[in-house]
């Protein structure tokens, strides 16, 4: 499938813009054999994905777990090699870069990630935590690292006697900002957020997700920002991409998506998102999807989503959608899509 | 309706190096037949030590339950669970009182067919024989919607998705005819469709099978589309408890507010910034001397940081532990 244009350069006539994806794949072989060993199929983890992300928004990714999210940020920072596609951060494309010009580029673009205490290095104090990109990157002095650490510690809402303590000393709230501290040090542009506030509690998840609408308003930061909680996405972003299966099936701004999804899949993802009010739940109805999302190993012919889809047409198991533009910056990949609603399920 | 389960002043205490773990600080409510009672709070609020408790699932030492009742009203017989005997209350557990735990993966036996587990249980409360248990399993695995009942019957956990073990798991508890399900965070590790199914299973049993349901979480969501009533717990104690209705349309108590002033609602053309509680939950190692909500309080003044308050019924079935009036936005006139 190689259309003329694709759906990211459609809308680059808009400037400023700080990532391009185009037709971005990950898989991940299955081998059989021990000695001789063999590929016998892929794991299409991420599956021809293209979008951009502007300077400045807020790119929100759901799904369900297994969907492929976290594999389309990791795979962008190039901390898993995409398998193909183009990945261009501004102007530079990433996919063309050796080892050494990627870690040049590495200060520009970072990432936050869900276990905030998996991911900070028990036996390093704050200071030294913070610090460590600055000296892996080799900018800075020890006194100016120093009063640099000062100045994001206070920016992300710690203590400044904070600055010698250990990571297990914190609950989770202030260990995500002590990652968030450490993504900053070096001023990137670009940030990829991986369910960093999954695991926090409701009150404490308010303060990170104000935090992070506070730095990107101060710094002008451009986020990507992975979450399984519709909600929240809904909250912090501009633009919403769902996935399903390795591919996104639609994409669109936040209030489009929640007020006029098209593919049949949002629908029903949209449905089944509890709301904190009786009177709404009462009176909601829900789509209920038949069984389980299928295994990526082995992905349906045709639309991924064809044989849980209430919608389903003979078309929808022979030909893959068409990933399009069905109304002006709204992206979705369904045979039915139109602008009247011709993908739209009745309840 | 009749009251199947009263809880009075439950206090459970962990003796750790560390100090002395306050879990829970006088814990009361009750639970009526039929309906659904949630327990909503963050993590370690106590929500599921308050459960465990009821059951002996806590480790005796370093947990202590230190005083309380909890009666269990089964056919006229008024039982103090606490009470009991390890024969005993074994005999409840699983019997009387079906319990479903978040992580199906590891409550689950991984080395036993699902249909063994579910067998199991009938064959120990309710003497049946293996065939007739083998029979009644099959036919509870079909019920909370396992396809291929029969042959599903010798798969073992690791063979199915993890919605699918979330049903084996109904499964088990309900085998034996509870009064009363207890969930402990039962959706929490799951999508969000598959947590839209199970939801709705647990909702279809309750009204076929006229169970009493527990349902700890801490998704506020979840709870306004299945609670008759709500219990809200903070730092061991609980703070509110309300009909589901006046609990959202009326939250009284400073905590329940700032929790639903946190959350995201969607929908919003608008994005509102969140309002956050600022600060973290206290350190349970200090004996609690007065309102253990008050340092993140707004509302707090002198007799908050002087005496723990008790519940002050403000509406019909609507109780909140808290001496400021949000309504009026004073201090409450004491009685």
Same mark, same amino acid.
């Given at each position: ?347 | ?102 992580? $199906?993966?590891?409550? @689950?036996?991984? *080395?036993?067919?699902? /249909?063994?587990?579910?067998?199991? &249980?009938?064959?120990? %409360? ?10 009644? $399993?099959?036919?509870? @695995?079909?019920? *909370?919607?396992?396809? /291929?009942?029969?042959?599903?019957? &010798?798969?073992?956990? %690791? ?177």
């Amino acid at each position: 499938m190689t259309p003329e244009k694709t759906p990211a350069q459609t809308v680059s006539d808009k400037p400023e813009i700080m990532v391009r994806v185009e037709h971005l794949k990950k898989y991940f072989p299955i081998t059989r054999g021990l000695l001789i060993s063999r590929q016998v199929g892929a794991v299409k983890a991420v599956d021809n994905v293209s979008f951009i992300i502007r300077k400045g928004e807020t790119l929100g990714i759901v799904g369900e777990s297994g969907c492929g999210k976290s594999t389309t940020g990791r795979s962008i920072l190039h901390l898993e090699k995409p398998t193909a596609g183009k990945v261009y951060l501004g102007d530079t494309d990433l996919t063309s870069l050796n080892t050494e010009e990627l870690r040049m580029m590495r200060p520009r673009m970072q990432m936050i990630f869900q276990d905030s205490y998996a991911s900070l290095n028990p036996r390093h104090s704050v200071g030294k935590i913070i610090a460590e990109p600055m000296v892996i990157h080799g900018s800075k002095n020890f006194d100016e690292r120093r009063a640099r650490v000062m100045e994001l510690i206070e920016l992300v809402g710690l203590n400044p006697n904070h600055f010698d303590r250990f990571p297990h000393e914190f609950s989770g709230g202030q260990r995500q900002r002590i990652n968030i501290a450490r993504a900053l040090a070096l001023n990137p542009g670009f940030v990829v957020c991986d369910e960093p506030i999954s695991a926090l509690d409701v009150s404490i998840q308010a303060q990170v997700v104000n935090l992070f609408q506070d730095l990107q308003k101060k710094l002008g930061l451009t986020y990507m920002f992975i979450a399984h909680d519709l909600s929240m996405v809904q909250h912090i972003s501009n633009r919403v991409a769902v996935m399903y299966l390795g591919k996104i099936v639609e994409m669109t701004n936040r209030n489009d998506l929640f007020h006029s999804p098209l593919h049949p899949y949002t629908q029903s993802l949209m449905s089944a998102v509890p709301q904190p009010d009786p009177e709404k739940e009462r009176h909601r109805h829900r789509i209920m999807l038949e069984g389980e999302v299928p295994s990526p190993a082995n992905p349906p012919r045709g639309c991924v989503f064809h044989n849980r889809c209430p919608l389903e047409q003979p078309i929808c198991s022979e030909e893959i959608p068409e990933y399009r533009e069905v109304r002006p910056d709204h992206f979705v990949a369904c045979h039915l899509a139109d602008d009247k609603g011709g993908s739209r399920i009745s309840i | 309706m009749s009251t199947i389960l009263e809880v009075h002043d439950l206090v459970t205490r962990f003796y750790t190096f560390d100090g002395v773990v306050h879990a829970l600080n006088k814990v009361s409510f009750d639970l009526e037949e039929g309906e659904t009672l949630a327990i909503v709070g963050e993590s370690g609020s106590g929500k599921s030590v308050t459960m465990m408790s009821l059951l002996h699932l806590l480790p005796v030492p370093p947990a202590k339950i230190e005083g309380g009742q909890a009666i269990f009203h089964d056919n006229g017989n008024h039982i103090d669970l606490l009470q009991l005997s390890k024969q005993k209350i074994s005999k409840v557990r699983g019997g009387k009182i079906g319990f479903i735990f978040q992580d $199906a993966l590891s409550a @689950l036996n991984p *080395v036993m067919t699902v /249909g063994r587990q579910i067998s199991e &249980s009938l064959i120990e %409360h309710l003497r049946m024989g293996h065939e007739e248990a083998r029979k009644r $399993a099959i036919k509870l @695995l079909d019920y *909370v919607g396992i396809p /291929g009942a029969s042959q599903r019957f &010798s798969n073992y956990p %690791h063979q199915f998705s993890g919605g699918m073990r979330q049903r084996v798991m109904i499964a088990v508890a309900i085998a034996c005819n509870p009064k009363i399900v207890i969930a402990d965070e039962p959706t929490t590790a799951l999508d969000v469709t598959i947590q839209a199914q199970i939801v709705e299973l647990t909702q279809r049993l309750q009204r076929e099978l006229n169970i009493s349901v527990i349902w700890v979480t801490h998704d506020l969501g979840v709870v306004a589309g299945m609670a008759d009533r709500v219990l809200v717990m903070y730092a061991g104690s609980a703070v509110e408890i309300a009909p589901v209705d006046e609990l959202y349309n009326n939250p009284s108590h400073p905590y329940t507010l700032g929790l639903m002033r946190a959350l995201p609602r969607m929908g919003d053309v608008v994005s509102k910034r969140l309002v956050s509680i600022d600060g973290a939950p206290p350190d349970l190692l200090e004996k609690p001397r007065h309102c253990q909500f008050a340092w993140r309080c707004r509302h707090a003044f002198d007799r908050c940081w002087q005496e723990i308050p008790q519940p002050r019924e403000i509406g019909p079935g609507h109780f909140t532990s808290c001496f400021h009036d949000v309504k009026n936005g004073r201090p409450c006139n004491d009685a």
